[in-house]
């Protein structure tokens, strides 16, 4: 037995079991649906969850978006920091959602192949089978789905095979009067014989059957994105409209290519989809109110928490009571030494500066010779109006002569106190050193 058989062998097992108990096929794959939709219900609801749970987490990405905006890197950190901190993991979604894929292509085994698979005939028997065929004058069927194009002429002539084997049983395809073996025929309107309506209606059903299932899967995807919280980013929205048109159009293709057991299939699929997700969404979004206040409430702790701590600091800064972080690098602490320095020295300069002025009654104004923080780009004695006012040019000239007096002289003064100052500390620096 191979391994494809090992892993088919339980839904066969269930299929043919639906089948003796109803003898009816298509009430037994829809049967059948319950079941897989019962058993992935764990893994569904898991996924489901989390699915919704990240989606909550939108309006929280949407200001670390704007918050980092220009720097990706630095917003990607931040979202991982917070699926982290929520314990969400946004890939958990997804993988759970494709184990129904699974089981589609199980059952679609299983339909294909009615003797092979689902009754366990070996190959020597399914060629006897096939050689009872010839023997009764009947055609072998060729191409596709060999296997289910034999399955009505066995049927009709079923006591002509029943020595092959006891696995062997009389199998019925129709279901609402339709063969659930034959695929749908998306042109039948154009081959169709409308004169008999036993010609048309089975044929018109069969068609039906996939649209039925486009149709279907649209409403189940949307009952189930219904859990989402309006606030989408723009990703998002993109992401749900190509998949409500993916997921029907999937539907309908399939519906077309593969035999009308697989379509009833689907269509039981998406009806228990929907009310599963109707349910667990009424569910899961009253769970997530109660974790989105505690959520908020954190939040909002956080954040008073780091502006107390910010007033705190400024507080400790104003008095000059800060004390320094043992971790912060020597040489980052004398680039702030020196900054703290400079930013004193210019304003004990600035005072001094105009403290002399106003003991020579000079004004305190910008000088006609600045540019930008260019004191005297133009000249220290530079007069704007002196050649259309050459009247006050004398005084003009004279006054910003004296300013820049002043400004060059506590400027010497401040350098050689700064000079003498650093050497003091220096030597001050190295006798502790020596000491030591």
Not at 126 to 135: L, P
Request: charged content about 25%; proline content about 4%; some cysteine.
């Amino acid at each position: 037995m191979s391994f494809s058989d090992i892993i088919t062998w339980p839904f066969a097992w269930l299929m043919m079991a639906f089948y003796n108990w109803t003898m009816n096929y298509g009430i037994a794959v829809i049967l059948f649906a319950v079941v897989v939709k019962l058993v992935l219900l764990p893994f569904q609801m898991k996924s489901k969850h989390s699915m919704m749970r990240s989606a909550r987490l939108t309006p929280y990405m949407k200001e670390l978006e704007k918050k980092h905006e220009g720097n990706k890197q630095k917003y990607q950190e931040e979202v991982a920091k917070l699926y982290k901190e929520e314990k969400i993991n946004p890939m958990s979604g997804c993988l759970w959602s494709l184990i129904p894929l699974v089981f589609i292509y199980m059952i679609y085994n299983v339909i294909r192949q009615p003797y092979t698979v689902l009754m366990h005939l070996s190959s020597a028997q399914y060629e006897a089978m096939k050689n009872v065929v010839t023997g009764l004058g009947g055609t072998i069927p060729t191409g596709g789905y060999p296997e289910l194009k034999l399955v009505d002429y066995v049927h009709q002539n079923f006591d002509s095979f029943k020595g092959i084997s006891d696995k062997l049983i009389d199998l019925d395809l129709s279901f609402l009067g339709m063969n659930l073996g034959e695929i749908p025929d998306w042109k039948f309107f154009t081959s169709a014989d409308w004169s008999q309506v036993s010609n048309w209606l089975p044929s018109l059903g069969l068609f039906l059957i996939p649209i039925i299932s486009g149709l279907l899967a649209y409403i189940s995807y949307k009952v189930s994105v219904a859990g989402n919280p309006p606030a989408m980013s723009e990703q998002q929205q993109g992401s749900m409209k190509s998949m409500a048109l993916m997921m029907p159009l999937m539907s309908v293709f399939f519906g077309f290519t593969m035999p009308a057991a697989v379509g009833v299939y689907w269509i039981a699929q998406s009806v228990l989809a929907a009310i599963q997700d109707a349910i667990l969404n009424k569910h899961y979004n009253r769970l997530l109110e109660i974790e989105d206040a505690e959520r908020r409430e954190r939040f909002r702790a956080r954040e008073a928490e780091l502006e107390r701590k910010r007033l705190e600091t400024e507080k400790l800064k104003e008095a000059g009571l800060t004390e320094r972080n043992k971790n912060t690098s020597k040489k980052k602490i004398q680039a702030a030494q020196k900054a703290q320095n400079e930013e004193r020295l210019a304003a004990e300069r600035a005072q001094e500066k105009a403290r002399r002025r106003a003991e020579l009654g000079l004004t305190d104004e910008k000088p006609a010779s600045q540019v930008g923080n260019r004191k005297y780009a133009r000249g220290r004695a530079y007069v704007e109006d002196r050649f259309t006012n050459p009247e006050g040019a004398e005084a003009a000239t004279k006054a910003a002569a004296e300013l820049s007096a002043i400004d060059e002289a506590v400027d010497i003064e401040f350098a050689e106190n700064t000079s003498i100052e650093i050497t003091d500390t220096a030597a001050e620096n190295t006798e502790n050193g020596g000491k030591a």
